[in-house]
C-alpha cells in the first residue's frame, strides 16, 4: 500500500528557509509514471501547487514561488524535499506531497496525497 | 496564466439530490481537467480525470463532463459522505486549482 509522509519543522521564523521531506513507502520514487509533487492550503484557503519533480530530476515549479523554491529528489532514500526561502506569514500552510501521474508531456493529476503538515511562520 | 473559476462557492443540498458543480477556464484547456474531495482536516481525494474518467474506487454516482473552457462535475443521489468541498484542477506543467465549492447540508 501506498504511503507519503510529509515531515519537517512545523515552525519556522520569518525570513528563514521553509525545509519539507516526503518519504514515499509501499512504491518505488523511481517509477517512469509518475512525478512528485509538492501543494500548500493556507488555512481555511484553496489549493496552490508548489513544484513538481519526476526521478531523472525534471521539473517544474509554479512561476509565482519559482524564484524562492528548491524541490529535489533522493531516489537511493525514495524521498523528494522542498526548500522555501525567505519565508513570511503568508506560507503558513498545510504542505501536502502527492504523486503525480504522468503520461504525456507534463505532469498530470495527483491520484494519490500524503496526510499533510502544518507549518507555521511565525517568529 | 489559465484561471480556473468554480461555481458555485457554496452549495446548499440534501440527501437524495443531484447537483452540479461548474468549473469554467480562462482559457481552452482540452480535457486537462481534475476533480477532487476535500474533507475538514484530510488530503484531498481524486475523483475524475480528464475531464470525464472515473478514478478507480469512486462510486459510479460522481460523474464530470465538458472540455474546452466549460466543465462540470455532477453528483447524482447525494449521500451523507458526499458533504466536502470539491476543487477542481487544470492540469499543465504546473496545476491550478479553482477556489473550491462547499457542499453542505441544507
Known amino acids: 500500500q501506498l504511503q507519503l509522509q510529509e515531515s519537517g519543522p512545523g515552525l519556522v521564523k520569518p525570513s528563514e528557509t521553509l525545509s519539507l521531506t516526503c518519504t514515499v513507502s509501499?512504491?518505488?520514487?523511481?517509477?517512469?509514471?509518475?512525478?512528485w509533487g509538492w501543494i500548500r492550503q493556507p488555512p481555511g484557503k484553496g489549493l496552490e501547487e508548489i513544484a513538481s519533480i519526476y526521478y531523472t530530476g525534471n521539473t517544474y515549479y509554479n512561476p509565482s514561488l519559482k524564484s524562492r523554491v528548491t524541490i529535489s529528489i533522493d531516489t537511493s532514500k525514495n524521498q523528494f524535499s522542498l526548500k522555501l526561502n525567505s519565508v513570511t506569514a503568508a506560507d503558513t500552510a498545510v504542505y501536502f506531497c502527492?504523486?503525480?501521474?504522468?503520461?504525456?508531456?507534463?505532469?498530470?493529476?495527483?491520484?494519490?496525497w500524503g496526510q499533510g503538515t502544518l507549518v507555521t511562520v511565525s517568529s | 496564466d489559465i484561471q480556473m473559476t468554480q461555481s458555485p462557492s457554496t452549495l446548499s443540498a440534501s440527501v437524495g439530490d443531484r447537483v452540479t458543480i461548474t468549473c469554467r477556464a480562462s482559457?481552452?484547456?482540452?480535457?486537462?481537467l481534475a476533480w477532487y474531495q476535500q474533507k475538514p482536516g484530510k488530503a484531498p481525494k481524486l475523483l475524475i480525470y480528464g475531464a470525464s474518467s472515473l478514478q478507480s474506487g469512486v462510486p459510479s454516482r460522481f460523474s464530470g463532463s465538458g472540455s474546452g473552457t466549460e466543465f462540470t462535475l455532477t453528483i447524482n443521489s447525494l449521500q451523507p459522505d458526499d458533504f466536502a468541498t470539491y476543487y477542481c484542477q487544470h492540469y499543465d506543467s504546473y496545476g491550478t486549482f479553482g477556489q473550491g465549492t462547499k457542499l453542505e447540508i441544507k
Open positions: 502527492a504523486r503525480q501521474f504522468h503520461l504525456g508531456n507534463y505532469p498530470d493529476y495527483f491520484d494519490f
Open positions: 509501499g512504491g518505488s520514487i523511481s517509477s517512469s509514471n509518475y512525478y
Open positions: 482559457q481552452s484547456i482540452s480535457t486537462w
